[in-house]
Every structure is written in structure tokens, then in C-alpha cells.
């Protein structure tokens, strides 16, 4: 057995019985929805820390998106050989590592970002939180990192909200964006599985995306730079899909555009738009309409709002609509936008749940989406609506809300 | 202007000034060749702060390829307002960065690998260091991150080799491993250029990759995951390109390879092997011969080794070969090896120079690859014996070996 192999070997036998269990995570990987874990993450064993200098807060519109951040952070260290230790929170403080660390070389860091908000009662609520933990745990497998029971980091993380909670901003739109962070911590140039991780959570109050309405934006449609690839990583919320997407937005930020729309292939498919899902609502000839967005082929992230928009809309949008999955190009929006049948389009995402579109540049033209209900169309206004009133609990729907206790 | 546009136009203009240049750096970005400098990287502002307690040195056997590291690290740090900072050599040390920063998140991060050899007057060479910059230079510009003068950069690590020299391990095939790095520092979770970066060099003693000789590898032809892809960034030195690779290779490395040879696309085009280059040799019918490896079409790296192998080759190989970059398949490998024209296979890299193949497993079956000169075949051993002596300065050539000073 070579040198190389017998690193594998021993990485995959450590492995097995902490975080990452190689047999199961790398079975049909690219489309794999179900995660098993053999992670001992153990939210009853939280030591907690508390600051003794609290910082001042900020007042609400004095915030900007992940520039400050709240009184603690929430940390668990991982390694191959003992697996996941106690968690801990204590006041907030840079990371000391290695400069030969893994994370800075090989990119081993994924993320999730979530929000908490502050009800009429003054309970810290999070939004679909379970989706984030399955979401972040099948980022990890894709790339070795330790796997853990989403369950306990959530118990983890509402202590975490509960001591913090002061720093959740009141008030529609404004709300505390959690960013769960886990990174490869080996120190080593060698390239292979890390054998210690760090997973943390850290907490930046945040107002509304937009301060009073909507503002549409204008997306470029870009076929010469591709975020994601059939076989790639697309699909999952790892810092490599980020930084390689910047150079592309500047250029389109140079010709007046807020964001890509990301084509695929010699179809031009439309995939998703900056670093949110894209949804096109058009009007057929005989009077029905359709809701669509592309399908998680691999190469779509999977997002929480976009999840959630789906299933309401199919509840709730009057019955001449569908509400589709489905493949569609940049030439049927053009068609279908000169026809008069392209009736509104929005991004969606966690940061702003929807985002108008009112024009998508394309070969030198911008394609001009209607902007019906003064700044949005009207199921992007209604959706934002829904959700938001899911979100601060002014409304139960399927659970979807979690108060933290 | 909406605040996300605001936000690129400002960081626009203050790139203008310093570091990346938004104008240069995104013409044809994918396929770019040449980096004009704009930064203000200047090595005579180098400040030295020695330890005061040396490391231990390890004796050569002991060696592990990224693990230990010399007494000192060269740092430059980077801010949009100011551009390039004093370039310093200190005692090797941690890194302290808040947990916001945009490294542990959006893989605003790059890395070159080269090694530095001691000769046998005891002087310390690098090997081809300018492309090592080039490379660098086009990495960060496809990122957003500053570009720099890598005259200046150079001139840095020759002083940073000098003073760490007696870290320079003697012996054949023993060298000392450089990692140039490049990082985002700006402590922010909005995604954008970032405004702060670190530039660092650490450098690591390394032995021979194979202790005695060569080690044929055996590696598996994959397809389902995909490394790199047109309009991607498979051919810059990224983070972004590494980590994702990880789970592949250990899917391999249970059935037995070393490596993946990665495939891409419906026609199975051999591109890379893990994270080196591949070179194939092929007898025709007439006689001749062929060494070829895939062209520089964007989804490979530009690798050094590569490139010294391509220009060695053309010069020195006996007259009935020919030396090609173009593409070529998989099922042309296995065709080929079936009628007995494949007469030997590599890979090349920083850190094994060539890399002889013995096998690639390719839909359940072995594609033998013949090993003629007992450990690899010829033309491997001759690049290999070439390549080694140029770089400990036992032959010069066209000034590829740089002497430290």
C-alpha cells in the first residue's frame, strides 16, 4: 500500500466512527438527499462563557449586512480522533490558526446563512431551521468535512439566540442573520481529508434588504462565465461557488447591472441569479399562468426560500396558476417577454426573501419585465408577504416558524 | 444607484488605484495572458524581525511534505485605500483574523507551490520562479483579489530563502517546499470585492516524493465528478478548485487508485490526474511517436512541470517523436493500449517532477500502461533526470534555475 492510499485508508477508519462515515457519504453524492448521522455533537454538554465587557448596539438603521456582530459566538471543534467536542460559547473573538491550515489553502469551509426574529411577544423565532441543518450537513460530506445531528446544533443555537437576544432587532424587516460556518482545520499542506474541523456560529443584527418597498433590480445574463457544472458542487452552499462568481458581477455591475442571471450551456438555460434562485412567472395563450424556476439538477442551490415559495404558491395562488420545476432559457423569457406573455420575475433568498426583477440584460438589449403592483409584480409581492408573516409568527403554517427555547 | 451597485462602483474605483484594476483584470478573464501591474509591491521596504528561538531542525528522514515549517514567514498586507504594506519577515506565527472574515467563507483564497534547492556549492536556487508569479498574478485577478509586481514578490522570497537557507535540505531530490499564499481579510459577510487581503510565504523542508526510485501510481478514469469546465476557473491555482476534489479521490482510493484521471464531457477528453498534469506516449503504425497532453483550453492548469516537459521534450526527444498539447480520450488511451500503442504515461507537478502511471481503471477494467524502464518508462525517466538537474544546478538552461541573493 502506497503512501497516499495508506493516508486514505487511515482517514476513512477514523472517519468512520466520528463525523464523516465515507461509505455513506459518497454514494451517489451529487444527488444525495438523505443524510445518516455518526456525529457526536451534544448540545447537553454546552459550556457557556459570558462577556464581561458587552459591546454598545448598534440603533436599526445604523446596520449594514455582516459588519457587526453580537456579544458571543458559538464554537465546536472537531477531531478524527475524538470527534465533535463540548460546545462552547463565549465572547466573540478572532480564530487563531496555522497559516498552513487547510482552510486557507483548499478552500474546506461551507456555510449556511439563517435568520432570527423577534415576534410580537418578544420570542426569538427561526425560520425552517431544519432545512439548513440538512443542507449544511450534506455541504460538509461533499467535501469530508465532519457530519453532526442538525438537531443538537439547532438546541445549540437557540441557546445561543436566548443570551443574545438582545441584539435581535424589532421591527418588520429587521432581524438577526445567523451565519453556521464550518471550516477544515488541519494544519498541513498536504491535500486530503482534514482531520480537525471547526464549527461555529456567528451573529450579525441586519435591517431589511430593502428600507421602505421593494427595489427592482436589473440582472445581466452571463453565458461566458458558468457558476456551476453537472457534476460540480453547485448545488451545495460552499465557499468555493462565492468567490469565483465576483469578477463576473463586476462586470456586469460596470454595464449598470445589480447581479448575474447564470445561463448554462449552448441552450442558455437560466439557472439562478447572483447568489439567489430565480423564479419567471408567464401567461399562456389560453388564459392560464405559470409559476417556474429551474429544477435542482446539481447545479441549483437549494435554497430555503425557494422551497418555501413553491410549496405556498401551489396553495395559495388562484387556480389558473401552476407552479413548475422545470428547464427554461434565456430565449423563451426574450420570446415570451416580446409576445406580452412574461408577466414578473424575482430573485429569492434568504437575505431579501424575494427581489423584484424589472430588466434582464441580454446580448446588448435589456429584456423588460413588468413591474405591475408599483415596485414588484403581484405574486412576488404576495409571496414576500407570506413568508413574512410566517417568519415574525404572525401567522402558524406547518411549523415552519421555531421559537427558540 | 441601489446600494449594491454603490458598493461595487466604490470598490471599483478604489481598486483603480492600488491593487486590481477592474478594467484589466476582466477583459477576457478566462483566457487572459499577460497582467499589466498597477500594484505598489516594493521589496526594498522589507523589515526583518529574526526569532529568538530557532526551531529544531528535523534530520531528512523525517521529513513530511507540509508539515513543519522554517523559523520565519514573509507577510505583505493589502488594503484598497492604501494598496501594498511593508513587506516583513518574522518569526513563523498564527494567524489572527475575526471569524467574519471573508477567507472562512467565500474562498477568497490562492496558493502557488514551488521549491527552493540547495546546489552543490550550497548555493539556493528556485526553478522558473516568474511563471510561479505569473500564475499568481492571474489567480488573483480572477478572484478580485490585488495583483502585485512578482519581480518585488521574488525578490522577497530570495531574501526570506537566504535567511531561512539552513532549513534547505541537502540531498537529492530534497528541497524546500514555498507556499506563496494570497487571502481576503476584510472582516464582512457581504460578498464582494474584498478591501483588506494578506499576502504570505511559508515554507516547508520536503523529501523526495518517492524515497528510492520511482512509485508507479494506478489511477481511475472519473466521469460522474467533474474538476473544471469551460468559463469556470479550473486553470487558476485556487482554493475553490481543491477541496471539491477530495471526495472523488477518495471514492478512488477505496477501489484501489492513487488518484482520479479526470474526464470531461460526453466524449471522455482526458483533462488532469488529482493535481497534476497528464502526459501519454503513443507509438503510430509508421513508427513515430507521440508525447502529448491536453491543451491549455482553460480547464487545466498551466502547470510549470508542464510546461518545462512540453519545451525539454521538443528539443531533446530523438527525431521520430512528436511533442502535442491537444485532446484527446479515454477511449483513445484504451484503443491505443489494446493495439499496444501506448507506450508509456505520467503525471508532472511541483512535487514529484513526473510521476510514472502503471494502470488506469476505466469502467470496471485496468487500461495497462507499460512501465519498459523497470520503474516507469523512458521518456518519464529522461524528463525526470532533465528537470532535476537544471534545478539543482547541475546543468544550466536558458536561465530556468535562479540562484538566491
Given amino acids: 500500500m502506497n503512501a497516499t492510499l495508506k493516508r486514505f485508508a487511515i482517514h476513512s477508519l477514523r472517519a468512520s466512527g466520528t463525523g464523516v462515515r465515507a461509505s455513506q457519504v459518497t454514494n451517489s453524492f451529487i444527488n444525495r438527499t438523505t443524510i445518516r448521522n455518526f456525529a457526536s455533537l451534544d448540545a447537553s454538554k454546552l459550556e457557556i462563557i459570558k462577556t464581561t465587557s458587552p459591546k454598545t448596539k448598534l440603533p436599526n438603521d445604523q446596520l449594514v449586512f455582516g459588519k457587526t456582530f453580537t456579544d458571543h459566538m458559538l464554537e465546536i471543534e472537531w477531531t478524527a480522533e475524538a470527534g465533535w467536542g463540548t460546545p462552547k460559547i463565549s465572547p466573540y473573538h478572532n480564530l487563531s490558526l496555522d497559516p498552513s491550515t487547510v482552510v486557507f489553502h483548499y478552500a474546506f469551509e461551507l456555510f449556511e446563512g439563517m435568520k432570527a426574529y423577534k415576534d410580537k411577544n418578544g420570542n426569538i423565532r427561526t425560520f425552517r431551521p431544519d432545512k ?110 462565492y468567490a469565483p462568481c465576483i469578477l463576473p458581477q463586476l462586470e456586469a455591475a460596470k454595464r449598470g447591472y445589480a447581479q448575474n442571471l447564470w445561463l448554462f450551456g449552448e441552450e442558455g438555460y437560466v439557472t439562478e441569479a447572483g447568489a439567489m434562485n430565480a423564479f419567471f412567472a408567464f401567461q399562456n395563450a389560453d388564459g392560464t399562468k405559470e409559476l417556474t424556476t429551474a429544477p435542482l439538477d446539481g447545479t441549483i442551490l437549494e435554497g430555503v426560500t425557494r422551497d418555501s415559495i413553491l410549496q405556498l404558491c401551489k396553495e395559495r395562488l388562484p387556480k389558473e396558476w401552476t407552479v413548475t420545476e422545470r428547464k427554461f432559457t434565456i430565449h423563451e423569457v426574450e420570446e415570451r417577454a416580446q409576445k406580452g406573455q412574461l408577466i414578473e420575475a424575482f430573485c429569492s433568498g434568504t437575505a431579501a426573501v424575494v427581489s423584484p426583477i424589472k430588466a434582464i440584460g441580454w446580448k446588448g438589449k435589456d429584456i423588460e419585465v413588468p413591474i405591475v403592483a408599483g415596485s414588484s409584480g403581484e405574486v412576488t409581492k404576495s409571496v414576500g408577504e407570506w413568508i413574512r408573516a410566517i417568519q415574525y409568527g404572525d401567522e402558524e403554517y406547518n411549523g415552519w416558524s421555531r421559537v427558540a427555547k
Avoid: C
Fill in 132 to 241: 439548513n441543518m440538512t443542507r449544511m450537513n450534506k455541504s460538509a460530506a461533499r467535501i469530508a468535512l465532519p457530519t453532526f445531528d442538525g438537531d443538537e446544533l439547532m438546541k445549540l443555537i437557540n441557546q445561543f439566540l436566548l443570551l443574545d437576544q438582545s441584539f435581535v432587532p424589532e421591527g418588520t424587516g429587521y432581524s438577526l442573520y445567523l451565519r453556521p460556518t464550518l471550516i477544515g482545520t488541519t494544519a498541513s499542506l498536504g491535500v486530503g481529508t482534514p482531520d480537525r474541523a471547526l464549527l461555529y456560529v456567528i451573529a450579525s443584527p441586519v435591517g431589511p434588504y430593502y428600507s421602505s418597498g421593494f427595489k427592482p433590480v436589473s440582472l445581466e445574463a452571463t453565458g461566458h462565465a458558468v457558476r456551476a457544472w453537472p457534476g460540480g458542487v453547485g448545488d451545495k452552499k460552499l465557499g468555493a461557488n
